[in-house]
């Protein structure tokens, strides 16, 4: 695959990864699968990232839409960088990349790494997630507290500047006093950083921090607009919110407890060494 950009699109990311061997071309392993030249019958011989349904795939048929980068033929072994994409009696995937086998070192220390296809997806994205990240640091949440805009509306008895719906994310601020900055630059001893409370669907799988949280985090700049706003008679903002930029960690890789071994603690280890 391509070197990851700074800011990784999840969307652009492998969720399966493995070595086949192409046995059908425009053909398909289920009827829901719409059928095109696209489309291929691939026999799983080597899982190599995969998300824990699909790590015992080894030695199944499977559907591959191609991404339209390479030609496939009959015969010919590929390490297949795919996305989930019908789910029924079988499984079709969509392919962001392939990559005939050749003699290289990058495929034979990928097809020779043996270990755990769900730890190896795991490392690939937390390294992506560090790489991507503007800081990283290690240290404990001292405090949890409202946004400042929230606390005097409160205080004042006035509504939000926009309505609440059920995907609000109720943003909360954590503090950290940091024990070490393992990535960019940081003077101050603590560091705040926005995080949503909500438990929507849109919400649910963030860090959920509580005062006493210790670990890594891997800090994001993010742009969000501010609660509140100046309102016109009507109740609608006379002028759009200001944007801020503040620090968020909203994968749920961007936190790593201290007792969690691997991951970030792996990265940080080995680029002291």
């Known amino acids: 695959m391509p070197a990851n950009s700074r800011k990784t699109d999840p969307s652009s990311q492998p969720t399966f990864v493995f070595k086949g061997t192409v046995q059908e071309l425009k053909s398909a392993t289920m009827k829901e699968v719409p059928i095109s030249a ?23 048929k499977i559907t591959v839409q191609l991404s339209g980068k390479q030609k496939a033929r009959v015969g010919q072994e590929m390490i297949f960088y795919t996305q989930g ?8 995937v969509q392919s962001l990349n392939e990559e005939p086998i050749m003699q290289s070192k990058a495929h034979a220390a990928l097809l020779s790494r043996g270990g755990d296809p769900v730890a190896h997806k795991r ?30 509306q409160s205080k004042a008895g006035t509504t939000p500047s926009r309505p609440v719906s059920e995907h609000s994310p109720h943003w909360r601020e954590a503090v950290i006093e940091i024990d070490e900055v393992h990535k960019g630059k940081h003077t101050k ?21 509580e005062a006493g949280h210790q670990g ?36 749920p890789l961007d936190f790593q407890p201290y007792s969690q071994p691997g991951g970030v603690r792996q990265i940080i280890e080995t680029k002291k060494a």
């Open 85 to 92: 994409w019908i789910f029924g009696h079988s499984i079709a």
């Open 216 to 251: 890594y985090f891997m800090l994001h700049k993010t742009p969000i607009a501010k609660a509140t706003a100046p309102r016109n008679a009507k109740g609608k903002a006379a002028t759009p919110a200001a944007v801020e930029e503040v620090y968020t960690a909203l994968h």
């Open 123 to 152: 490392s690939r994205e937390v390294q992506e997630r560090f790489d991507s990240a503007d800081m990283v640091v290690s240290g404990k949440v001292t405090t949890i507290r409202l946004l400042a805009d929230e606390i005097e």
């Open 38 to 60: 696209r489309t291929i019958v691939v026999s799983v011989d080597q899982v190599l990232e995969a998300p824990k349904n699909l790590a015992k795939l080894g030695g199944h």
């Open 189 to 209: 001893k603590n560091v705040v950083i926005r995080f949503p409370a909500s438990t929507d669907v849109r919400w649910y799988k963030a860090p959920k921090f």
